[in-house]
């Protein structure tokens, strides 16, 4: 069941206090750490209570649903602007409306993304410049998206090279519209967090040695990992940005249709 809007701030009260701990033990400051809220299956109510306890930050795995909630821009309490990360897995026929309405994407595994994505941003009114992350499947479980570790190194080497020559904001000859921001992972599926230290660990690594190239990488400053039940590893492992959905807004009711967010 969905929590009621004093329901959630007792929950985000009780995360804020894990994140600031977490924080506090990895010696980091706690504004390093973005709380994305996963909204996917909570109606537009929900969103708006959230917006209403200080959110900024929200995760769709579905870009229809992204469409219906984040199409129309919102503003939130400080009068920063209400930012919509695709967080799931995009078929390469969605990739337009997730470029669309998406402020970043998490989950691009390919090089035909890349390009498909640039040709969309390129072509949208006034040439909208995208963030994107690369998802690894830094846990080598075959249920999860994402480069294989094997070949998430060559992948982005390949893409500096084809980004060609670089300003100092990091703007490409090729993808002059996508900012390259960082890596995604989902840690492993154990319900032990501690599992997924070193796959957090190998994402941080690669993340900063790309980071210290420069060029097309001179934003590649986040890492997209950690939820509810692995914050805190993820978070002494240098993740910037964590995606919690249940333990904010309540149980998800999968039983609704996604065409029908505000029930």
Not at 76 to 105: T, Y
Not at 108 to 134: N, P, T
Not at 184 to 203: H, P, Q, W, Y
């Amino acid at each position: 069941m969905e929590f009621t809007l004093d329901e959630m701030r007792e929950h985000l009260n009780v995360l804020e206090a894990r994140i600031a701990a977490a924080c506090k033990n990895a010696g980091r400051a706690r504004e390093s750490v973005k709380l994305v809220w996963v909204s996917k299956f909570h109606p537009a109510e929900a969103v708006e209570n959230a917006i209403a306890l200080g959110a900024h930050d929200f995760g769709e795995n579905r870009v229809q649903e992204a469409e219906l909630k984040f199409s129309a821009r919102r503003t939130a309490i400080d009068g920063a602007p209400v930012m919509c990360h695709v967080i799931g897995p995009v078929q390469s026929n969605k990739l337009k409306k997730a470029a669309i309405v998406a402020d970043c994407i998490h989950s691009i595994a390919s090089m035909e993304a890349v390009e498909k994505l640039e040709k969309v941003c390129a072509g949208l009114a006034g040439g909208k410049i995208l963030d994107i992350l690369f998802q690894v499947n830094a846990g080598e479980e075959e249920t999860k998206s994402g480069l294989d570790v094997a070949n998430a190194e060559a992948f982005l080497a390949e893409l500096e090279t084809r980004a060609g020559a670089c300003d100092a904001t990091g703007r490409s000859e090729k993808f002059p519209h996508l900012r390259f921001r960082g890596l995604m992972t989902i840690g492993k599926n154990t319900g032990v967090a501690e599992d997924s230290r070193e796959c957090f660990a190998f994402l941080r690594n690669l993340q900063q040695k790309f980071l210290a190239r420069g060029g097309v990488f001179a934003n590649f400053d986040q890492l997209s990992m950690g939820m509810t039940g692995d914050l805190e590893v993820a978070i002494e492992e240098g993740s910037t940005m964590i995606r919690v959905g249940t333990a904010l807004f309540g149980e998800r009711d999968y039983s609704k249709p996604v065409n029908d967010p505000v029930r």
